[in-house]
Structures are given as C-alpha cells and as structure tokens.
C-alpha cells in the first residue's frame, strides 16, 4: 500500500505540477536556416525547431546560419550567419517581481525586439557585446558585432 501511495505521489508531482518544469524553458527556437547549434553545458546539438531554450544557452550559427527564437515574455530574437550569443540569464514572473533578459553577444548579428520584460522592467533588459552593454525600453533593435 505505500508503494501505491508513493507512486501516486510522484505521478502527481511530475504530471500535475507543470509550473516545476516550466521555469526551466525560457523560450523556444521558432526558424532554422543552415547550420544552427544550442550549446548546453559545453555540448553542441543541431537546433530545430520547436527546441526549448534554458538559462545559459548558447545559440551559434554557421557561415549558412540562422535562427529565430521566440521567449516566454514575447521577446523575439533574430541571429544571422556566422553568430554566438549566450542566453545568459532569463526570469519571467511578474506576480513575483522577477523579471530579468540578459544576453551575451560575442559575434555576428542580432536583431531584437523586447517583450513584457522590456515594457515592465525595461532596466532588466540587456545585452552585453565585447565593448557595450545595451539596455532598450520595450523597441525593435539590431546588435552587430565584428571581430
């Protein structure tokens, strides 16, 4: 009878509390062009789409590249060819007052345009490049970083 109890217990914890698993998934991949990789913890896998993000992603494009990500604020972003930008850290909860989009961009190009996180709090809305960090306020924006 425990056991019964014990596993009734974990398939309501696993199937029953979606919100546990969600903070993890900050935004999915909506287009892929050429090669495009997620970089998880010092992995490449090819990106597809329909790929859930994490904090501390990695998103990088080859020469033929491209990708299209949408975030669960809104936010979208664009990567051209030849691109890295790290998805540094990413909080969504309004009701809780955490709300903060913070990317690292080390190559290529990027276009953005910001979500809730910029119309609420658009302090907590940056990217960070080799030379400057830039903060917008709720607005379209294009990033392009040579090396």
Request: proline residues 4%; contains cysteine; negative net charge.
């Amino acid at each position: 009878m425990r056991f019964v109890v014990y596993m009734l217990c974990i398939w309501v914890a696993v199937f029953c509390c979606p919100a546990v698993w969600a903070d993890e998934i900050i935004g999915s991949i909506k287009i892929v062009e050429g090669q495009a990789f997620i970089e998880r913890g010092g992995r490449m896998e090819p990106a597809g789409v329909g790929d859930h993000l994490q904090d501390r992603d990695a998103l990088v494009t080859g020469a033929d590249g491209a990708l299209g990500v949408i975030f669960r604020d809104d936010s979208t972003m664009s990567l051209g060819p030849d691109s890295r930008i790290e998805l540094s850290e990413f909080a969504f909860d309004p009701a809780g007052g955490r709300m903060s989009f913070l990317t690292r961009m080390t190559k290529g190009t990027a276009s953005f345009l910001s979500g809730l996180i910029g119309k609420l709090a658009p302090e907590k809305f940056r990217v960070e490049t080799p030379l400057a960090t830039v903060s917008i306020r709720g607005t379209r924006f294009l990033v392009r970083v040579a090396e």
